[in-house]
């Protein structure tokens, strides 16, 4: 069973950045597709980044060219880096590792943009 284990939020101001972590239990990041979810106060939790096995990554429109996910698989890590950040951006970030019908979702970390 996989494990994931977020790491990296906090509070920023506006323009601010954080980077993100998931530690994956294993190696895993050649058989899943890895993915970033986000979910603000009172709304549901939407897709904001995914990378495959293969390196193709893909990103919610609303993040383009601010944030981008990477892999060290060395380290079993998938990263979120976060830039130009907004209040919008506010929410409980979720690692999510998908493969065929096998689903896990990390704990979950937040991440507040406020002055």
């Known amino acids: 069973q996989v494990q994931l284990v977020e790491s990296g939020g906090g509070l920023v101001q506006p323009g601010g950045s954080l980077r993100l972590s998931c530690v994956a239990s294993?190696?895993?990041?050649?058989?899943?597709?890895m993915n970033w979810y986000r979910q603000a106060p009172g709304k549901q939790r939407g897709l904001v980044a995914t990378v495959t096995p293969g390196g193709k990554t893909n990103y919610a429109d609303s993040v383009k060219g601010r944030f981008t996910i990477s892999v060290d698989a060395a380290n079993s890590t998938v990263y979120l880096q976060m830039n130009s950040l907004t209040p919008d951006d506010t929410g409980v970030y979720y690692c999510n590792a998908a493969r065929l019908n096998l689903v896990a979702w990390g704990q979950g970390t937040q991440v507040t943009v406020s002055s």
């Open positions: 294993g190696s895993i990041f050649s058989r899943y597709i």
